[in-house]
């Protein structure tokens, strides 16, 4: 086609349809299957490749992307992978003594 499909909801957006000769071959249809708003464009690329819609030089499915963050109670540094949840990672907690647990108490 040469112009938009006539009321397609915006709530699909985005949306690629895939053709060869002339037959649809594949739709995408937001971007949900392929990492949602933190999709890249790799994940794209892997996504159209498994669909052989496009050949890539990717060998594997790319890892999530890491992000670093700084825990505002304690000032550390910690690396996670986008859509894991606090408490995914295998840091061990910080271990409070009784001082520490005594000078939270008297508002230090």
């Known amino acids: 086609g040469v112009g938009p499909v006539e009321n ?3 709530k699909n957006l985005p ?4 053709y060869h000769e002339g037959s649809m071959q594949h739709q995408l249809v937001t971007l949900n299957s392929v990492g ?3 999709m890249r464009p790799v994940d794209l ?5 498994t669909l052989h819609v496009l050949s890539t030089h990717l060998e594997t ?5 890491t992000f670093k963050l700084q825990n505002a109670n ?3 540094r910690v690396e996670r992978r ?3 949840l606090a408490g995914d990672d295998d840091a061990e907690e910080p271990e409070y003594g009784d001082d ?3 000078e939270y108490a008297n508002g230090a």
């Open 100 to 102: 520490d647990l005594e």
């Open 36 to 38: 949602g708003r933190a």
């Open 45 to 49: 690329e892997w996504h159209l490749s």
């Open 15 to 18: 949306a690629l349809f895939m």
């Open 8 to 10: 397609f909801p915006d």
């Open 82 to 84: 986008s859509g894991e």
């Open 74 to 76: 304690t000032g550390r």
């Open 61 to 65: 499915k790319p890892p999530p992307p």
